[in-house]
C-alpha cells in the first residue's frame, strides 16, 4: 500500500491567479496521476507523471493550464494556472505501487474553490 | 477499450438490511475490477479488487464482490448495512498490466437510514 499526502486540503482562490498542490508518497513509486473531481462527479484523468519523464496529459487537459513536477519518486506537484470559476473542484494525486496488482492509492484531495 | 456503468446513482437501504450496488463493466481484455469508498470530504479509499484469481472477492468492512463473466458484472454487497457505511462507491475497470490506466464508474450514492 501507499500513504498519500496532500496539501492544501482545500484553499479559496481568486480568478486569475495560480495554486500549488503538493503530494508525498511515503514510499517510491513510478507511477503518480493526477485527478480532477467536479462537484458530484465522479472522477477525471488530467494527467500520469512518471518519474524521469514528462507528464502525460489526457484529452482537455494542457500543460499551459495544468503544469506538473515530478522531481522524485516519491513528491508531486499540480498547478493550477490563472484559475477561473470553472477550475473549482476536488484534485486527487494518487499513487501505483510498483508491486502492486494495479491499484491506486488516493490522497484526501485539495479542494479548490476560485471566486 | 474499457468502460464501466453503475447502474444506480443512489441507493437507500434501512440500518441492519442487505446492501447491493450494481456495477457493468466493458472490457476488450481480462480486466482488473476494484470498487473504492469516498466518505465526505476524503480521498478515496480501496474497498476490494479483482485481478483473476478468485471470482468471490471480499474486501474491507464487509463488502464483497463477485466477478461474472458471462454478465460482464461486479456488483459490490453486504449482508447488514451500518451508518457509517453511508458513502459515494465508485466501481473501477482497467485493463491488463499494472501499467494500465483506470477507468471510473459515474458513482453510486449509499444512503443508510434508521
Known amino acids: 500500500s501507499a500513504v498519500i499526502s496532500q496539501k492544501p486540503s482545500r484553499d479559496i482562490c481568486q480568478r486569475g491567479t495560480s495554486l500549488t498542490i503538493q503530494c508525498q508518497v511515503d514510499?517510491?513509486?513510478?507511477?503518480m496521476f493526477w485527478y480532477r473531481q467536479q462537484p458530484g462527479q465522479s472522477l477525471t484523468l488530467i494527467a500520469t507523471?512518471?518519474?524521469?519523464?514528462?507528464?502525460?496529459?489526457e484529452s482537455g487537459f494542457v500543460i499551459d493550464k495544468f503544469p506538473i513536477s515530478r522531481p522524485n519518486l516519491t513528491f508531486s506537484t499540480l498547478t493550477v494556472s490563472n484559475m477561473s470559476p470553472e477550475d473549482s473542484s476536488i484534485y486527487l494525486c494518487s499513487a501505483k505501487p510498483d508491486r502492486g496488482t494495479g491499484e491506486l492509492f488516493f490522497g484526501e484531495g485539495s479542494r479548490l474553490t476560485v471566486l | 477499450a474499457q468502460s464501466v456503468t453503475q447502474l444506480d446513482s443512489h441507493v437507500s437501504v434501512s440500518e441492519g438490511t442487505p446492501v447491493l450496488l450494481r456495477c457493468n463493466y466493458s472490457s476488450s481484455y481480462s480486466p482488473s475490477l476494484f470498487w473504492y469508498v469516498q466518505h465526505p470530504n476524503k480521498g478515496l479509499q480501496l474497498l476490494l479488487k479483482?485481478?483473476?484469481?478468485?471470482?468471490l472477492v471480499k474486501g474491507i468492512n464487509g463488502f464483497e464482490a463477485e466477478f461474472k463473466k458471462s454478465e460482464t458484472s461486479f456488483h459490490l454487497t453486504k449482508p447488514s448495512a451500518h451508518m457509517s457505511d453511508a458513502a459515494e462507491y465508485f466501481c473501477v475497470v482497467s485493463g491488463p498490466g499494472t501499467a494500465s490506466k483506470l477507468t471510473f464508474g459515474t458513482g453510486t450514492r449509499l444512503q443508510v437510514t434508521l
Open positions: 479483482y485481478t483473476s484469481a478468485a471470482t
Open positions: 514510499s517510491q513509486v513510478t507511477m
Open positions: 507523471a512518471n518519474q524521469g519523464s514528462e507528464a502525460t496529459y
